[in-house]
């Protein structure tokens, strides 16, 4: 499969992925925000493409107004079959072989934008979003630094996915500053907390996934179902307050130390777009309740990667490459378990796997690992060190599954930490 659109190999964005986003243009007149799908460095603009979607996609009513929305929850609330069939549709139109849109001048003017000459969003109205704690590298280093190497991982931890509920208002697009969060922290065993700006900021490596269609209060999602309720994933980063979230925890879990802010990237790559790199999942012991068992394969194949600059040095240096494939709980177990007591999800939920680390030291997720709780320093240029994230460093996350001779990714996912907003 090839489009008539020049796609370089190294491009996240061929004609076999087609992931969908929200962008808008300085240029626009009449419409603001609005869906398009991404094609090498283009953007497909669907609201040109609305009497082609008449035309060839009947089942899909109102194209026009399902794709002026500033947001993906309309056309996700739709359904797999017609999210399959736009897909479908859109790949067959791009197609080299296709002369509808490639032959059309005039059209191709209309429909196609420049992605550096646009402005992306963030892609879905979010109204709730739900973090989990799905690798079993990342729990066991975690655990091993807070309870030791005895008492690793929780009781509970090998049983079902772990998650709590987060704040869906502070999820940011890619290319938002994150301001430093204040909040109480704990100088040292024994001694009072004290109140200031977080000197423990943290990046977490992570995917999320988005709920297309729910289900209603009562009722659950099977395992066997997951996949046509979920629309796709985006890489995300959910910024890290140790100190703060340290001192919080116990006993309700994280609030302070997260809800500051979480970035995710712009595209959204569809389900069917991985499903190609499906791949076997780590194996499970205990074997887990029937409500969590998956047949077939039941992980995906993505490259990810983390990239920090700091303020004072002018390149990136990777500091870590993982693999979602190493994710213990899949999302497909995640979905079940977050809706197997009649929890209701709807269109735009957010899910995030929380931080993938891998079985090996270079795979760790988080300064958290990669320094090991402030013990490790990270060298950078021109004598930089790091053990967390100081004001003006940037974080960027990549993540690509690779095909031959194409790769099927999600962009970047970047952010910057400015200097708090608040002080006492």
């Not at 059309?104 to 209309?110: F, I, P, Q, V, W």
């Not at 000459?117 to 704690?133: C, E, M, R, S």
Request: proline letters at 7%.
């Amino acid at each position: 499969m090839k489009s008539f659109i020049d796609v370089s190999p190294d491009s996240h964005f061929p004609i076999q992925n087609l992931p969908f986003g929200i962008f808008s243009t300085d240029h626009d007149e009449i419409m603001s925000a609005r869906v398009g799908v991404a094609i090498g460095d283009q953007i497909l603009d669907l609201t040109a493409m609305c009497p082609l979607f008449e035309k060839h996609v009947p089942e899909l009513k109102n194209p026009t107004l399902v794709f002026s929305q500033s947001s993906l929850n309309m056309f996700m609330s739709l359904g797999k079959p017609i999210w399959q069939a736009t897909r479908k549709f859109l790949q067959t139109i791009l197609s080299e072989d296709n002369p509808e849109l490639r032959d059309s001048k005039e059209l191709r003017t209309k429909a196609f934008v420049p992605q550096k000459q646009a402005k992306l969003h963030l892609p879905v109205n979010i109204g709730h979003y739900t973090d989990f704690y799905a690798s079993k590298e990342h729990a066991t280093n975690c655990g091993v630094m807070l309870r030791g190497k005895d008492n690793a991982l929780m009781p509970n931890w090998l049983h079902l996915p772990i998650g709590y509920h987060g704040r869906a208002s502070s999820i940011v697009v890619s290319g938002t500053d994150v301001a430093r969060p204040s909040g109480q922290r704990s100088p040292g065993k024994g001694q009072p907390p004290v109140f200031g700006p977080s000197v423990k900021l943290d990046f977490e490596l992570e995917m999320a996934f988005f709920v297309g269609t729910g289900n209603k209060l009562g009722e659950r999602i099977p395992i066997q179902q997951t996949r046509d309720h979920i629309f796709g994933m985006v890489l995300m980063n959910d910024w890290s307050a140790r100190d703060i979230q340290g001192w919080e925890y116990a006993p309700l879990g994280p609030f302070l130390g997260k809800s500051f802010g979480t970035t995710i990237s712009p595209w959204v790559v569809t389900l069917d777009a991985l499903e190609p790199f499906l791949v076997d999942g780590p194996p499970q012991d205990p074997t887990p309740f029937p409500y969590l068992q998956e047949k077939g394969k039941t992980a995906y194949d993505i490259n990810l990667e983390a990239k920090m600059k700091p303020c004072d040095v002018s390149t990136y240096k990777t500091l870590t490459r993982s693999n979602l494939r190493y994710m213990y709980w899949s999302i497909s177990q995640q979905l079940a378990h977050h809706t197997v007591n009649g929890c209701n999800m709807g269109a735009g939920d957010l899910c995030g796997t929380g931080t993938i680390s891998g079985p090996s030291e270079d795979a760790r997720g988080s300064l958290l690992e990669i320094t090991w709780n402030g013990r490790d320093e990270i060298d950078f240029d021109n004598g930089v060190k790091r053990l967390f994230i100081e004001d003006g460093d940037e974080i960027v996350l990549t993540g690509y599954c690779q095909g031959e001779g194409y790769k099927v990714g999600f962009g970047e996912c970047c952010g910057k930490i400015v200097p708090t907003m608040y002080r006492e």
